[in-house]
Protein backbone atom coordinates (compact mmCIF):
# COMPACT_ATOMS: atom_id res chain seq x y z
CA UNK A 1 0.00 0.00 0.00
CA UNK A 2 1.44 3.94 -0.87
CA UNK A 3 1.90 5.38 2.24
CA UNK A 4 1.99 9.36 1.62
CA UNK A 5 4.35 11.20 4.86
CA UNK A 6 2.02 14.32 6.00
CA UNK A 7 3.32 16.97 8.18
CA UNK A 8 0.46 18.20 10.12
CA UNK A 9 1.09 22.55 11.54
CA UNK A 10 -2.31 23.35 13.28
CA UNK A 11 -0.30 26.41 14.49
CA UNK A 12 -2.74 28.75 16.67
CA UNK A 13 -6.72 30.06 17.11
CA UNK A 14 -9.31 27.91 15.51
CA UNK A 15 -6.15 25.86 13.36
CA UNK A 16 -5.64 23.32 16.27
CA UNK A 17 -9.84 22.55 16.71
CA UNK A 18 -10.06 22.29 12.83
CA UNK A 19 -6.88 20.41 12.12
CA UNK A 20 -7.65 17.39 14.41
CA UNK A 21 -11.25 17.70 13.56
CA UNK A 22 -9.83 16.54 9.57
CA UNK A 23 -7.07 14.30 11.36
CA UNK A 24 -9.67 12.09 12.37
CA UNK A 25 -11.67 12.12 9.69
CA UNK A 26 -8.79 11.05 7.47
CA UNK A 27 -8.04 8.54 9.93
CA UNK A 28 -11.43 6.99 9.48
CA UNK A 29 -11.46 8.07 5.60
CA UNK A 30 -8.03 5.71 5.33
CA UNK A 31 -9.22 2.95 6.96
CA UNK A 32 -12.34 2.31 5.24
CA UNK A 33 -10.81 2.82 1.84
CA UNK A 34 -8.47 0.83 2.52
CA UNK A 35 -5.92 1.86 -0.37
CA UNK A 36 -3.64 3.87 0.92
CA UNK A 37 -2.06 5.46 4.01
CA UNK A 38 -1.20 8.42 5.56
CA UNK A 39 1.29 8.69 7.86
CA UNK A 40 1.21 12.11 10.07
CA UNK A 41 3.88 14.18 11.97
CA UNK A 42 2.66 16.86 14.29
CA UNK A 43 4.42 20.05 14.65
CA UNK A 44 4.21 22.03 17.56
CA UNK A 45 4.95 25.51 15.49
CA UNK A 46 2.71 28.39 15.94
CA UNK A 47 2.65 31.50 18.69
CA UNK A 48 3.32 29.23 22.20
CA UNK A 49 6.28 28.43 20.82
CA UNK A 50 7.53 31.79 18.98
CA UNK A 51 6.84 33.13 22.85
CA UNK A 52 9.33 30.45 24.33
CA UNK A 53 12.30 30.51 21.85
CA UNK A 54 11.42 33.67 19.79
CA UNK A 55 11.10 31.26 16.38
CA UNK A 56 8.02 30.09 15.11
CA UNK A 57 9.83 27.26 13.53
CA UNK A 58 13.13 25.40 14.17
CA UNK A 59 16.29 26.34 12.29
CA UNK A 60 16.26 23.52 9.96
CA UNK A 61 12.05 23.37 9.30
CA UNK A 62 12.50 23.56 5.72
CA UNK A 63 15.14 20.75 5.49
CA UNK A 64 12.45 18.87 7.54
CA UNK A 65 9.20 19.91 5.46
CA UNK A 66 10.80 18.49 2.21
CA UNK A 67 11.47 15.17 3.61
CA UNK A 68 7.04 15.45 3.57
CA UNK A 69 4.81 14.70 0.34
CA UNK A 70 2.12 17.29 1.91
CA UNK A 71 1.75 20.01 4.19
CA UNK A 72 -1.54 20.56 6.11
CA UNK A 73 -1.63 23.72 7.70
CA UNK A 74 -4.18 25.32 10.30
CA UNK A 75 -3.63 28.96 10.79
CA UNK A 76 -1.36 31.24 12.15
CA UNK A 77 -1.88 34.36 14.22
CA UNK A 78 -2.63 35.19 18.04
CA UNK A 79 -3.91 38.81 19.73
CA UNK A 80 0.22 38.68 21.58
CA UNK A 81 2.27 39.02 18.41
CA UNK A 82 1.87 41.51 15.88
CA UNK A 83 0.04 39.90 12.64
CA UNK A 84 2.86 40.86 10.60
CA UNK A 85 5.57 38.89 12.66
CA UNK A 86 3.30 35.89 12.80
CA UNK A 87 2.46 35.46 9.34
CA UNK A 88 5.91 35.95 8.25
CA UNK A 89 7.48 33.62 10.88
CA UNK A 90 5.53 30.83 9.44
CA UNK A 91 2.82 30.77 6.62
CA UNK A 92 5.15 32.55 4.30
CA UNK A 93 8.58 31.41 5.80
CA UNK A 94 6.99 28.30 4.60
CA UNK A 95 5.29 29.47 1.08
CA UNK A 96 8.00 31.51 -0.57
CA UNK A 97 11.27 29.11 -0.16
CA UNK A 98 9.51 26.16 -0.99
CA UNK A 99 8.20 28.22 -4.39
CA UNK A 100 4.82 27.44 -3.95
CA UNK A 101 3.64 29.94 -5.90
CA UNK A 102 0.48 28.50 -7.13
CA UNK A 103 -2.38 28.81 -4.24
CA UNK A 104 -5.25 27.38 -6.06
CA UNK A 105 -9.18 28.23 -3.97
CA UNK A 106 -11.84 26.87 -5.50
CA UNK A 107 -14.86 28.52 -4.30
CA UNK A 108 -18.96 26.49 -4.69
CA UNK A 109 -22.33 26.76 -2.87
CA UNK A 110 -22.51 23.42 -1.48
CA UNK A 111 -25.63 21.69 -1.05
CA UNK A 112 -27.77 22.59 1.85
CA UNK A 113 -26.31 25.83 2.33
CA UNK A 114 -27.13 29.57 0.88
CA UNK A 115 -25.69 32.27 -0.49
CA UNK A 116 -25.89 35.84 0.81
CA UNK A 117 -26.87 36.81 -2.53
CA UNK A 118 -30.54 36.60 -3.52
CA UNK A 119 -31.38 33.89 -6.11
CA UNK A 120 -27.95 32.52 -6.06
CA UNK A 121 -28.46 28.92 -6.09
CA UNK A 122 -25.65 26.20 -6.04
CA UNK A 123 -24.45 25.97 -9.86
CA UNK A 124 -24.59 29.83 -9.96
CA UNK A 125 -21.31 30.34 -8.43
CA UNK A 126 -18.72 27.76 -8.95
CA UNK A 127 -14.99 29.27 -9.34
CA UNK A 128 -11.73 28.14 -8.92
CA UNK A 129 -8.94 31.38 -7.81
CA UNK A 130 -6.03 30.86 -8.65
CA UNK A 131 -3.96 33.60 -6.55
CA UNK A 132 -0.17 34.30 -7.29
CA UNK A 133 1.84 33.06 -4.12
CA UNK A 134 5.28 34.41 -4.59
CA UNK A 135 5.00 37.99 -5.84
CA UNK A 136 3.48 41.47 -5.66
CA UNK A 137 3.26 42.95 -2.57
CA UNK A 138 4.20 40.10 -0.27
CA UNK A 139 7.67 39.53 -1.64
CA UNK A 140 9.23 40.84 1.32
CA UNK A 141 10.59 44.15 -0.09
CA UNK A 142 10.49 47.55 0.84
CA UNK A 143 11.26 49.37 4.21
CA UNK A 144 10.75 52.28 6.40
CA UNK A 145 13.24 55.01 7.22
CA UNK A 146 13.24 58.08 9.92
CA UNK A 147 10.81 55.70 12.26
CA UNK A 148 8.24 57.76 13.93
CA UNK A 149 9.22 61.15 12.63
CA UNK A 150 7.05 63.43 10.47
CA UNK A 151 9.39 62.68 7.79
CA UNK A 152 9.10 58.69 8.00
CA UNK A 153 8.91 56.92 4.49
CA UNK A 154 7.68 53.51 4.54
CA UNK A 155 7.44 51.68 1.37
CA UNK A 156 5.79 48.21 0.87
CA UNK A 157 7.19 47.01 -3.35
CA UNK A 158 5.34 45.39 -5.20
CA UNK A 159 7.25 43.00 -7.26
CA UNK A 160 6.95 41.09 -10.29
CA UNK A 161 8.77 39.13 -12.95
CA UNK A 162 8.47 38.01 -16.35
CA UNK A 163 9.63 34.59 -14.99
CA UNK A 164 6.56 34.73 -11.94
CA UNK A 165 3.81 36.03 -14.12
CA UNK A 166 4.16 33.32 -17.15
CA UNK A 167 4.29 30.75 -14.83
CA UNK A 168 1.56 31.59 -12.68
CA UNK A 169 -0.49 32.43 -16.09
CA UNK A 170 0.64 28.96 -17.62
CA UNK A 171 -0.94 27.23 -14.44
CA UNK A 172 -4.01 29.38 -14.38
CA UNK A 173 -4.62 28.90 -18.06
CA UNK A 174 -4.30 24.70 -17.40
CA UNK A 175 -6.85 24.83 -14.68
CA UNK A 176 -9.60 26.61 -16.91
CA UNK A 177 -8.89 24.14 -19.60
CA UNK A 178 -9.66 21.20 -17.48
CA UNK A 179 -12.40 22.65 -16.00
CA UNK A 180 -15.60 22.22 -18.26
CA UNK A 181 -16.79 25.69 -19.39
CA UNK A 182 -12.70 26.54 -20.44
CA UNK A 183 -12.87 30.47 -19.17
CA UNK A 184 -10.77 32.60 -17.86
CA UNK A 185 -10.93 36.07 -16.09
CA UNK A 186 -8.02 37.30 -15.33
CA UNK A 187 -7.74 40.25 -12.62
CA UNK A 188 -5.38 43.44 -12.94
CA UNK A 189 -5.29 47.11 -12.57
CA UNK A 190 -2.99 48.21 -15.54
CA UNK A 191 -5.17 51.50 -15.67
CA UNK A 192 -3.41 53.01 -12.15
CA UNK A 193 -0.68 50.31 -11.35
CA UNK A 194 1.50 50.93 -14.97
CA UNK A 195 4.44 48.96 -14.61
CA UNK A 196 3.68 45.80 -13.26
CA UNK A 197 -0.08 44.84 -13.68
CA UNK A 198 1.01 46.12 -17.69
CA UNK A 199 3.56 43.46 -17.74
CA UNK A 200 0.91 41.31 -16.50
CA UNK A 201 -2.11 42.44 -19.05
CA UNK A 202 1.49 41.33 -21.92
CA UNK A 203 2.45 38.02 -20.26
CA UNK A 204 -1.17 37.09 -20.21
CA UNK A 205 -2.09 37.81 -23.81
CA UNK A 206 1.45 35.78 -24.97
CA UNK A 207 0.76 32.98 -22.96
CA UNK A 208 -2.97 32.99 -24.05
CA UNK A 209 -1.89 32.02 -27.25
CA UNK A 210 -0.52 28.14 -26.16
CA UNK A 211 -4.66 27.92 -25.05
CA UNK A 212 -6.85 28.65 -27.95
CA UNK A 213 -9.17 26.73 -26.68
CA UNK A 214 -9.91 28.68 -23.32
CA UNK A 215 -11.80 32.44 -23.55
CA UNK A 216 -10.21 34.84 -21.67
CA UNK A 217 -11.72 37.91 -20.38
CA UNK A 218 -9.77 41.05 -18.12
CA UNK A 219 -11.21 42.64 -15.32
CA UNK A 220 -9.76 45.60 -13.33
CA UNK A 221 -10.11 44.54 -10.08
CA UNK A 222 -12.41 47.09 -8.84
CA UNK A 223 -14.92 46.31 -11.47
CA UNK A 224 -14.33 42.55 -10.38
CA UNK A 225 -15.82 42.77 -6.48
CA UNK A 226 -19.40 44.14 -8.82
CA UNK A 227 -19.14 41.23 -11.12
CA UNK A 228 -19.18 39.02 -8.50
CA UNK A 229 -21.52 40.30 -6.77
CA UNK A 230 -23.66 41.06 -9.25
CA UNK A 231 -23.12 38.17 -11.83
CA UNK A 232 -21.75 35.21 -10.27
CA UNK A 233 -22.40 32.76 -13.36
CA UNK A 234 -19.75 34.60 -15.50
CA UNK A 235 -17.10 33.74 -13.94
CA UNK A 236 -15.69 30.25 -14.12
CA UNK A 237 -11.81 30.17 -13.66
CA UNK A 238 -10.02 33.75 -11.90
CA UNK A 239 -6.68 34.70 -12.11
CA UNK A 240 -5.18 37.81 -10.03
CA UNK A 241 -2.20 39.09 -8.50
CA UNK A 242 -1.23 37.60 -4.50
CA UNK A 243 -3.08 40.93 -2.95
CA UNK A 244 -5.63 41.49 -5.31
CA UNK A 245 -6.54 37.66 -5.27
CA UNK A 246 -6.38 37.50 -1.06
CA UNK A 247 -8.98 40.42 -0.89
CA UNK A 248 -11.33 38.70 -3.70
CA UNK A 249 -11.02 35.01 -2.22
CA UNK A 250 -12.31 36.56 1.06
CA UNK A 251 -15.38 38.07 -0.99
CA UNK A 252 -15.91 34.88 -2.87
CA UNK A 253 -15.93 32.75 0.05
CA UNK A 254 -18.58 34.97 1.76
CA UNK A 255 -20.90 35.10 -1.64
CA UNK A 256 -20.25 31.10 -1.73
CA UNK A 257 -21.76 31.07 2.12
CA UNK A 258 -19.23 31.23 4.90
CA UNK A 259 -15.12 31.78 4.90
CA UNK A 260 -15.80 28.49 7.29
CA UNK A 261 -16.04 26.49 4.13
CA UNK A 262 -13.27 27.63 1.86
CA UNK A 263 -10.01 25.42 1.33
CA UNK A 264 -6.74 26.64 -0.63
CA UNK A 265 -3.65 24.74 -1.79
CA UNK A 266 -0.40 26.61 -1.98
CA UNK A 267 1.19 24.33 -4.64
CA UNK A 268 4.60 24.35 -6.05
CA UNK A 269 3.57 22.84 -9.71
CA UNK A 270 6.86 21.25 -10.32
CA UNK A 271 6.74 19.21 -7.85
CA UNK A 272 10.14 19.76 -6.57
CA UNK A 273 9.19 20.53 -3.18
CA UNK A 274 6.35 19.55 -0.82
CA UNK A 275 2.78 21.95 -1.18
CA UNK A 276 0.88 23.14 1.83
CA UNK A 277 -2.52 23.14 2.58
CA UNK A 278 -5.18 25.68 4.29
CA UNK A 279 -8.23 26.87 5.16
CA UNK A 280 -8.45 30.44 3.83
CA UNK A 281 -9.34 31.61 6.89
CA UNK A 282 -7.74 32.73 9.98
CA UNK A 283 -7.00 31.97 13.78
CA UNK A 284 -10.51 33.34 14.61
CA UNK A 285 -10.08 34.52 17.90
CA UNK A 286 -13.61 35.50 18.98
CA UNK A 287 -14.70 31.95 18.83
CA UNK A 288 -11.70 30.27 19.58
CA UNK A 289 -12.30 27.16 22.48
CA UNK A 290 -15.41 27.58 22.17
CA UNK A 291 -16.60 24.44 19.88
CA UNK A 292 -18.07 26.84 17.17
CA UNK A 293 -15.20 26.68 13.80
CA UNK A 294 -16.56 25.34 10.58
CA UNK A 295 -14.01 22.54 10.28
CA UNK A 296 -15.47 21.88 6.16
CA UNK A 297 -12.86 24.33 5.14
CA UNK A 298 -10.15 22.03 6.23
CA UNK A 299 -12.28 18.80 5.37
CA UNK A 300 -12.34 20.41 1.62
CA UNK A 301 -8.36 21.47 1.97
CA UNK A 302 -7.64 17.90 2.89
CA UNK A 303 -9.85 16.45 0.15
CA UNK A 304 -7.83 19.42 -2.39
CA UNK A 305 -4.01 17.58 -0.30
CA UNK A 306 -5.63 13.80 -2.39
CA UNK A 307 -6.04 15.28 -4.94
CA UNK A 308 -2.72 16.63 -5.11
CA UNK A 309 -1.86 13.32 -4.23
CA UNK A 310 -3.08 11.39 -6.80
CA UNK A 311 -5.97 9.80 -4.51
CA UNK A 312 -8.56 11.97 -6.82
CA UNK A 313 -11.37 8.55 -5.41
CA UNK A 314 -10.47 9.09 -2.16
CA UNK A 315 -10.74 12.95 -2.18
CA UNK A 316 -14.29 12.81 -3.92
CA UNK A 317 -15.69 10.32 -1.82
CA UNK A 318 -14.09 12.74 1.32
CA UNK A 319 -16.37 15.54 -0.11
CA UNK A 320 -19.30 13.53 -1.47
CA UNK A 321 -19.05 12.81 2.80
CA UNK A 322 -19.26 16.44 3.61
CA UNK A 323 -21.64 17.80 1.30
CA UNK A 324 -24.41 15.20 2.17
CA UNK A 325 -24.13 16.53 6.11
CA UNK A 326 -24.21 20.19 4.88
CA UNK A 327 -27.42 18.65 2.55
CA UNK A 328 -28.91 17.33 5.81
CA UNK A 329 -28.71 20.56 7.42
CA UNK A 330 -25.61 19.93 9.84
CA UNK A 331 -23.88 22.69 9.81
CA UNK A 332 -22.09 25.62 12.04
CA UNK A 333 -23.45 28.77 13.51
CA UNK A 334 -21.56 30.68 10.39
CA UNK A 335 -24.22 28.88 7.58
CA UNK A 336 -27.46 29.36 9.86
CA UNK A 337 -26.97 26.47 11.51
CA UNK A 338 -26.79 25.25 15.27
CA UNK A 339 -23.87 22.53 15.39
CA UNK A 340 -20.83 22.79 16.31
CA UNK A 341 -17.33 21.65 15.42
CA UNK A 342 -17.87 17.89 17.02
CA UNK A 343 -21.12 17.23 15.79
CA UNK A 344 -20.35 18.36 12.58
CA UNK A 345 -16.79 15.97 12.43
CA UNK A 346 -19.08 13.25 13.79
CA UNK A 347 -21.55 13.26 11.29
CA UNK A 348 -19.09 13.22 8.61
CA UNK A 349 -17.13 10.44 9.91
CA UNK A 350 -20.71 8.65 9.92
CA UNK A 351 -20.94 9.24 6.00
CA UNK A 352 -17.43 7.41 6.09
CA UNK A 353 -18.32 4.91 7.51
CA UNK A 354 -21.30 4.32 5.26
CA UNK A 355 -19.01 4.73 2.55
CA UNK A 356 -18.16 0.53 0.19
CA UNK A 357 -14.12 0.41 0.33
CA UNK A 358 -12.80 0.72 -3.40
P1 LIG B 1 -10.24 35.17 10.43
O1 LIG B 1 -10.38 34.38 9.19
O2 LIG B 1 -9.49 34.53 11.53
O3 LIG B 1 -11.71 35.54 10.98
C1 LIG B 1 -12.61 36.38 10.27
C2 LIG B 1 -14.04 36.08 10.74
O4 LIG B 1 -14.47 34.84 10.19
C3 LIG B 1 -14.19 35.95 12.26
O5 LIG B 1 -15.41 36.51 12.65
C4 LIG B 1 -14.19 34.46 12.49
O6 LIG B 1 -14.90 34.04 13.64
C5 LIG B 1 -14.86 33.93 11.21
N1 LIG B 1 -14.35 32.60 10.89
C6 LIG B 1 -13.13 32.30 10.37
N2 LIG B 1 -12.99 30.98 10.24
C7 LIG B 1 -14.12 30.41 10.67
C8 LIG B 1 -14.58 29.05 10.78
N3 LIG B 1 -13.82 28.00 10.41
N4 LIG B 1 -15.82 28.84 11.30
C9 LIG B 1 -16.59 29.86 11.66
N5 LIG B 1 -16.22 31.16 11.58
C10 LIG B 1 -15.00 31.44 11.09
O7 LIG B 1 -9.57 36.55 10.03
P2 LIG B 1 -9.01 37.76 10.93
O8 LIG B 1 -9.92 37.98 12.09
O9 LIG B 1 -8.73 38.86 10.00
O10 LIG B 1 -7.60 37.25 11.47
C11 LIG B 1 -7.39 36.63 12.74
C12 LIG B 1 -5.92 36.18 12.81
O11 LIG B 1 -5.66 35.17 11.84
C13 LIG B 1 -4.90 37.29 12.54
O12 LIG B 1 -3.80 37.07 13.39
C14 LIG B 1 -4.51 37.06 11.10
O13 LIG B 1 -3.22 37.56 10.78
C15 LIG B 1 -4.56 35.56 11.03
N6 LIG B 1 -4.75 35.02 9.67
C16 LIG B 1 -4.00 33.94 9.34
C17 LIG B 1 -4.18 33.33 8.12
C18 LIG B 1 -3.37 32.12 7.78
O14 LIG B 1 -2.92 31.42 8.67
N7 LIG B 1 -3.17 31.78 6.52
C19 LIG B 1 -5.16 33.81 7.23
C20 LIG B 1 -5.94 34.90 7.61
C21 LIG B 1 -5.73 35.50 8.85
K1 LIG C 1 -5.18 29.44 7.16
MN1 LIG D 1 -6.25 36.04 3.28
Not at 76 to 81: E, F
Not at 122 to 143: C, F, H
Request: net charge negative.
Amino acid sequence: KTSYKIASIPGDGIGPEVVSATIEVLKVLTKQLDVFELEITDFDWGTERYLKTGRYTPEDYLEVLKGFDAILFGSVGSPSVPDHISLWGLRLAICQPLQQYANVRPTRILPGTKSPLANCQPGDLDWVIVRENSEGEYAGQGGRSHVGCDHEVATELSIFTRTGVRRIAQFAFSVAQNRPRKMLTYVTKSNAQRNGMVMWDEVIKEVAEDFPDVAVDHMLVDAMTVRMVLNPRSLDTILATNLHADILSDLAAALAGSIGIAPTANLDPTRKNPSMFEPIHGSAFDITGLGLANPVATFWTASEMLHWLGESEAAMSLMYAVEKVCAAGIVTKDLGGKAGTKEVTDAVIKEILDLKPQ
